[in-house]
Every structure is written in C-alpha cells, then in structure tokens.
C-alpha cells in the first residue's frame, strides 16, 4: 500500500491523516489552525506529518484549503480565512518536509475523494456541493476533477441566484451560498424564531434567538418539528434552484451534497430532489440526475487532498 | 485529406458542406427543411450527401441539430423545431447513405469547429455561447467537448438569470435566452420604440412597431444610434451577468461569442465584457476570460459536425 498524508487546512482547524491506496484514513489529527502566522501554519503542518512519518511509510503530502488555488497546484492565490504568505507554499512544504507536496481547492478534495471512496463511487461525471459555512464544490467531469482554464472552477457558492439578492461576501449580490449554506440557515433560521414562525427553535435557543444555530434546525426537522422542516424547504428551493441551472449547463449523472447542513439528511435531501425537478429545463425529457448524500462526512477533504497528492507525485494509479 | 459531410439542420433551412482536415469548406448548399415529415427529411440530407459524394471522396456524415441528442450521438431525444420520427436516426441515414453517421447537438457541433478551426484554437478551456433565435452554447473543457452525462450538457440558454422572470418556452421562467437572445432583441427593441426610447428603430421600421427587427438593432447601433445602443447594453448586463455564473462554475479561459447577436460586433461584445467583469466573483483576483467573437459564421455548425463525425468513425487525428 501507497500511502500519502492529507491536511484539510480550515479557517479555525487542521485536520490531517495518513490514507491508503483504498481511501481507508490509517490515523487522523486535529488542531486549532494558527490563521494569522504563514510560518506558523507551515511548521504546525510540517510538525504534523514528520510526526506520522515515523509511524508510517509516507510518499506524499496534499494539502486542501480554501480559497483560489494557483493553476499549477502549489500556491494559494487567494485565500479567505488563513494567512499563507506570498511565497509557493508547495516549496516551502517540500523543503521543510522532504517529500512532494500537491495543494488543492478544499470543494475540489472533498469531491475527488466521494468520486474515488465514497458517494460516487463509479459515476464518471458528477459534482459534490458542500454546504458548509458558505457552499463549495467539486466538479468531476469525464472521471477526472475538472479544475478550470486557470485552476480555480467550481466556485459554485458563487452562482448568481437572486439579483440584486442578499449581499455576499464576495462583493456581488444574490450567490447561492446566501440562501443554501449553513451560516444562511441559522441566519435565516434566527429571523424565523424572532417572527414567531418556529416556536421549537426558540424555546430550544432558550427563548434566546441570538442562541438558535443550525444544528438546531437539524435537530429538530428530524424530530419532525414544522417550523425546522419549512426552513429546509426553504433552503431547498433555493439550492433546487441554483442546481437546475448547473444541470443545464454540465447534464451530470449524479449530484453529491455534503457538508454539515447535509447531514441533516433526508429532510434537506428529499425538497432539494422536488426543487430540481420543478425547476429543471425539460424536465419531463431531460434525464435527472440523482441526488445522494456524501458519505465521508468531513474527512473527505484530507482524503481527496492525500489521493490527488499520490497521484500529481506518479505513486498511483 | 480526408474529407466528411457536415450537415447543420435548422427549422426552416439545412446546410450541408464538404469539410476538409482544416476545416475548409471545400462546396455547400443551402435548402429549405422539409420540417413536418420524418422521411422527407431524411431523404433531403440523403440526396444532398449523394450529390456531393459524386464530386468529392467522403468518409463520414456528422449532422448538428437543435435539440437533446442521446449519448450515443446515434438519436434525438428532444427536437423543439423538427420531426425526427423514432427510429434511431443514424441507423436510418446509414442505411440510405452507406457512411458512418454522427449526429451531434448544434451548439455542441459550432463550438468545437470554433475551438478547432476558428476563434478558440489552442485553447484547452473554452465556451462558445451562440445568440440566435435562442442561447446555445458548447463547452470545450480539457481540449475535449464536453457532453455531460446523459449527452445533453451546455444548454446555457436554460441558466436561470431571474427567479420568477420572463417565462421561457421550456416552461420555466427566467431563463438566460428570455433577455440575451435575438429574440429578447427584437422584444425588447419593439418596446422600446413604441416607448418612445428609440426614435431611431421606429423610423427605420417605417413608423410601424410590428416592422422593428433584431438587425435594424444591430445597423443603428453600428451608426451610433443611442436607442439602439441602449438595448445592446441592456442585452449584454444580462449577458454578463450569466456569464458570471458560469465563470464561477467553470472558469474558462475563452468565452467564444457566435450567432446572429454577436454579428453586431463590438457593441455587444464590449458592455458583455464590461457587464461581466463587474459581476464576477473575485473580479479583482480571478483571471477573467478573455471574450472574442465567433470567426465561422454561420457555418460553423456544419464544419464542427463533419470534423467531429469525421473523428467518431476514427479517420482523423
């Protein structure tokens, strides 16, 4: 067995781990990320993977991370959370480290990894969209992650849905991620308990609407609670929606959701199916694509990360 | 050379040519589309291929047509303008024929003879967006078309621009070609002269709304003329504005833009740029694609459906 180490890099963690040939995760670790300090970033990473070398015969790193990756996979350019300097990260890394070193968009790990181990097991083309604090996504297209004429495809949180819609961090107005991320259910979710139209949810926050979180929606549309359940439906028409347009435009087998607001399952799963196919162009002709949970839950990244890895340093297959 | 027919079948007219390995044009007809009967149209293509095989040596017929194509490119799943019949169509124009037969998505079939022999050669990443009666378009991602799936990718036309917009003839509402087609043009045009918003229009029309065209448009615009430029305008923010989305989702280098719209030249292709540029995500970070107008013309589609058919039956590079 090939094995190769992955490090999802996140805003406020880093999670890192030792992966077979099979996807199987041998090890795994998670720390605080140090988002303020490029070295300190660095050595915490560099720490990280010497550490597991003495354990086990590693042949390559892959480093997952959010943000605009540059063309060739071994810098950042453009990243919203962390701090990691001008330099190529990728020759720092190899230097520190002594082994080569792939860097990759977090969405496009995370969606290589389901198409190799998990969900997508054997689709050849397919997207996974994460819904995380804001949506990313990884596109695979003919078996291969599709990345782009210069690296940086599938930012699909900024897929244009309202316009003149909610404003996005990213300086445009109405992006899918503003009504069909997480950070958009609770926000959305909050303004529903402050309007008395999820009395559960408030009284789980405590009757503090400022307390009411996502996974509180989660908690109880999964016990059935009526005002939980109309906030995912909410955020399913949304995400529907936004869907129909990538499938008209890349016609996929299969769409693979993942991220912590899909782990709220079927009540987020089954609206979002019912939007699609409402919205979808022919819809009676247009062959649907099936919509399936992800299955490798939030260490997909390190997994893809590690396998891309292995196979940009010619140790796989 | 080896030389293949390409024949593009549109609603009221078909085009066929003799194409060369460079995409020449070596001899084409142009015919009216017998559009109601199956065999008429059938037998239409199969003498007009008979007639240029008694004056060139060919080896394969790739027809472009409007419409959801089956994967196997053998079929149509979907014709809005055309009666196909159920038979498998290539099965069918084999047998009166006696040549490999391609059957290839219009849109699909002009942007590969652009990505090929026109405005996109070597570019690995391209989209071709036509504007004509409708929004077609074809995606070359990787030096490859790109078919999606079930085959029926890149109809880029059905991106929804605005939730609960313009109803589109697919059945939903908002769709990119309500607002950025010849149509949405000569829509738009006709109420912006009966507004009172392009004295200009209304005077080339003859006083006579009814008479405003797409072209009118397109010669006033050329002269300078402030209505017309004014719908060119409005035309290209929406334009852009899709554009946007699918920068996001695929980052191509080249943005490829052909039909009857971009004829107009400059004064769409500039405020799309312009339009698209301001609504991209990462504007100021994300490399923009270049945009360039079509090279082929009009004859694009039947030069990308003899080349690809010309590759499916293996007897080109």
Chains 1, 2 share one sequence.
């Not at 897929?159 to 259910?185: D, H, I, M, T």
Request: net charge negative.
């Amino acid at each position: 067995m090939v094995l190769a180490v992955g490090v999802d890099v996140g805003g406020t963690k880093i999670a890192a781990g030792v992966v077979d040939e099979e996807g199987v995760v041998l090890e795994q670790t998670r720390m605080p990320s140090p988002s303020d300090d490029p070295t300190e970033l660095r050595e915490a990473i560099a720490e990280t993977v010497a550490s597991m070398r003495t354990r086990h015969d590693v042949v390559a790193v892959g480093l997952g991370a959010a943000g605009f990756v540059a063309a060739d996979r071994r810098s950042m350019i453009f990243a919203p959370h962390l701090q990691w300097g001008d330099a190529s990260l990728a020759d720092q890394l190899e230097a520190a480290i002594g082994l080569p070193v792939n860097v990759e968009n977090d969405g496009n790990a995370a969606a290589w990894a389901e198409h190799r181990f998990g969900a997508g097991r054997g689709v050849d083309d397919q997207m996974t969209v994460a819904l995380g604090t804001g949506v990313g996504g990884g596109l695979i297209l003919d078996s291969e992650l599709y990345r782009g004429g210069h690296g940086i495809a599938a930012e699909i949180g900024h897929l244009g849905l309202v316009r003149q819609g909610r404003p996005c961090k990213c300086g445009r107005r109405g992006c899918l991620e503003q009504y069909a991320s997480g950070s958009a259910l609770e926000r959305d979710a909050k303004v529903a308990a402050a309007e008395g139209r999820a009395p559960g949810l408030l009284e789980a926050a405590g009757g503090d609407v400022e307390q009411v979180t996502g996974r509180m929606v989660s908690e109880l549309a999964a016990a059935g609670d009526e005002g939980a359940l109309a906030l995912f439906d909410e955020l399913a028409g949304a995400l529907g929606t936004g869907l129909a347009t990538l499938v008209a435009v890349l016609d996929p087998s299969l769409i693979v959701l993942g991220g912590g607001v899909s782990e709220a399952g079927d009540v987020v799963l089954r609206p979002t199916e019912a939007a699609l196919r409402r919205e979808m162009t022919g819809g009676d002709i247009h062959p649907a694509p099936e919509l399936r949970l992800a299955e490798l839950g939030n260490t997909a990244g390190l997994i893809g990360a590690a396998d891309l890895a292995r196979r940009h340093a010619g140790l796989s297959a």
